[in-house]
């Protein structure tokens, strides 16, 4: 709680002028509130007054009248002033804090990303966006206020009985510790886990709609009810044990405060019945205490709102103390490439949780404008080595130097605005077709987007589409086929006219028709650039410059696709013969089943 707390105060302390006025006001609407009962009193002093001084009690009346409703008046404007206060406090606070939550959610590592549901994301930014709002309501608008009047009542009490003024703070004192423990000792942990388990039932609803068309595939739709019926089972469950704690936690401070009331009115009635007391001071005693009274039972459901909007808050908080991953350095300046020449020197590098590591004193160069395949199994380090050149993960040992530029003194952004990348399974924002295209370049006119477009052989089939370059493409760009993802990918590429570029080749999974066209956007795409391309067919390399083939972190081989499979007993020449033979049968398939159907 004291880090939660701690985390929000020093974001007051960002915007202190606009805290002290909503405090200030609430302080001064508090004030009117306790002074009340004072000439509530002295009101029933003057109505009770004897007949012979019923001018005097008139005038006496009237000004408590006056009093009061000056009272209110400050009452009014008081509270109104803290409550455009405490708007204004809590939207910059909860804008900023989804932002910054947002701001470092983007920039936490591939591995942290991979290792996270984006619905529980989501759950912890938005639920601890929320009780933000709570928190900041329970602090200025409720505790403060009931402080302040706690503390006002004991003290106008005490002037006039000091036992009085005894019993009513020492009852408050009590009630409060004991509310306070509650909270935080008994209903505290149980709401904990329920949060935890509705941060769970956010992620697994996020995982099944994500994967809906998975779903559907397999008629797993009854499947998929069964397993977050599970989930909320197990999030009911703990979130009755909560209801049921704050429930009980409720109904002890409701049996003090029944104790206390009892107490004050009895001890009002003594001061009476000795003549300690008029009818007035017993007035004021009891509109005091039934003032008291309320803030009272309202600070037991303060400390439990105050406590919840803490536990919501925990998880979002947290996301703050935990490391980037991958941050840029002090003085990290931006990296300015001309060529593109790719150097790895003496490159070590290792996932967390490995012991060995995949790439130990490696060396490579790729020349500026030189086109490179990377070839080899799974899990040979063609991936990692793209990661590396990303500065998604950094290096053990080494360095990789761009045009002579270490890449890890550059800031990321400028080193990533420099490397176009076209992925195996390209991801689209539920954007338009225009604005998935514009990422690469957002300024980007339409002109220059319908060009980018005509280059990855994608304009013809946006220019079908019933919106044409307006048209939405679902979320990940669901509403696309792979051949058409692959394309709008090729167009945002053109569009970025990066001095290198990645492309994870995608063809494989695709049509004849649809593969003819990327090959050739490709090819446009490559011209120029210094090129490394991921190759899953090795057909798609051959025109390529140079080939290396990647063996447990390493370089088994390289050379151009002739001088490699002229190499005998080479790993480039088996797989390459292997493909050779599967795509032999598989033309021989496709032309038989065509001529059966004829």
């Known amino acids: 709680m004291l880090t939660v707390l701690t985390f929000l105060l020093r974001h007051w302390r960002r915007e202190w002028p606009v805290v002290a006025g909503t405090a200030l006001s609430m302080a001064a609407a508090t004030l009117a509130d306790l002074l009340l009962p004072v000439f509530s009193g002295r009101l029933v002093d003057a109505v009770a007054s004897p007949n012979t001084v019923r001018e005097a009690s008139f005038h006496a009346a009237v000004r408590a009248i006056i009093m009061m409703a000056a009272l209110g008046a400050l009452l009014l404007v008081g509270r109104h002033l803290a409550m455009l206060g405490i708007i204004r406090l809590t939207l910059r606070l909860m804008s900023r804090f989804a932002g910054d939550a947002f701001w470092r959610i983007q920039r936490f590592s591939t591995d942290w990303h991979a290792n996270n549901f984006a619905g529980s994301i989501v759950r912890r930014i938005t639920r601890g966006m929320w009780a933000v709002d709570l928190a900041d309501d329970t602090l200025l608008l409720a505790m403060l206020p009931a402080v302040l009047v706690l ?29 306070i423990a509650l909270s935080l000792g008994y209903v505290a942990p149980a709401a904990r886990l329920s949060n935890s388990l509705d941060t769970r039932t956010g992620g697994a609803i996020a995982d099944a709609i994500t994967c809906n068309a998975v779903v559907k595939s397999f008629g797993a739709e009854a499947r998929e009810d069964a397993r977050l019926a599970r989930v909320l089972d197990k999030w009911r469950l703990r979130t009755r044990r909560t209801w049921k704690f ?30 300690s007391a008029t009818a007035g001071d017993v007035t004021f005693v009891l509109t005091s205490y039934f003032i008291v009274h309320g803030y009272l039972r309202d600070i037991g459901q303060h400390v439990a709102n105050l406590q919840r909007s803490v536990n919501e808050m925990e998880e979002m908080v947290e996301l703050h103390s935990q490391p980037l991953g991958v941050a840029n350095r ?48 799974s899990g040979s380090g063609k991936t990692t080595f793209v990661k590396l050149l990303h500065r998604l993960y950094d290096l053990q040992d080494g360095s990789i130097l761009i045009d002579g530029q270490d890449i890890a003194a550059a800031t990321q952004e400028s080193l990533r605005a420099q490397l176009a990348l076209v992925p195996q399974e390209p991801i689209l924002f539920h954007r338009s077709l225009a604005e998935n295209i514009a990422y690469a370049r957002p300024r980007a006119s339409l002109r220059e987007i319908e060009e980018a477009a005509r280059l990855a052989n994608a304009h013809q089939f946006i220019s079908r589409q019933p919106k044409g370059y307006a048209t939405l493409v679902g979320e990940r760009g669901i509403k696309l086929s792979g ?28 049509d004849s028709e649809s593969e003819a066209l990327i090959q050739e956007a490709t090819e446009r795409l490559m011209s120029g650039r210094t090129a490394i391309v991921i190759a899953h ?19 088994g081989e390289e050379g151009t696709h002739a001088e490699l499979v002229g190499k005998l007993g080479g790993t480039y020449k088996r797989l390459f013969e292997r ?5 032999i049968v598989d033309r021989t398939l496709e032309f038989s089943d065509r001529h059966g159907d004829e």
Not at 160 to 168: A, E, L, N, S
Not at 537 to 555: P, Y
């Open 330 to 377: 002090t003085g990290a300046k931006p990296l300015e490439v001309a060529g593109g020449e790719i150097v790895f020197d003496r490159v070590t590098f290792r996932y967390a949780g490995q012991v060995a590591p995949l790439f130990k004193d490696f060396s490579l160069r790729i020349e500026a404008g030189e086109r490179v395949g990377l070839v080899g199994h």
């Open 537 to 555: 067919r090795l057909s798609t390399v051959r025109m390529l410059d140079r080939i290396l083939v990647f063996d447990d972190g390493r370089i």
């Open 246 to 275: 704050g429930t009980r936690s409720g109904t002890i401070q409701l049996t003090m405060l029944l104790v206390l009331r009892t107490v004050v009115t009895l001890y009002a009635v003594m001061l009476w019945w000795r003549g």
């Open 579 to 583: 493909q050779a033979l599967g795509l």
């Open 483 to 510: 051949g058409e993802r692959q394309r709008v990918a090729l167009a945002r590429a053109f569009l970025a006219n990066t001095p290198m570029l990645i492309l994870d080749e995608a063809t494989s999974s695709l």
């Open 151 to 179: 503390t006002g009542s004991s003290l106008l009490l005490g002037l006039h009985w000091p036992v009085m003024g005894f019993i009513v703070a020492a009852g408050a004192a009590i009630y409060i510790a004991i509310s």
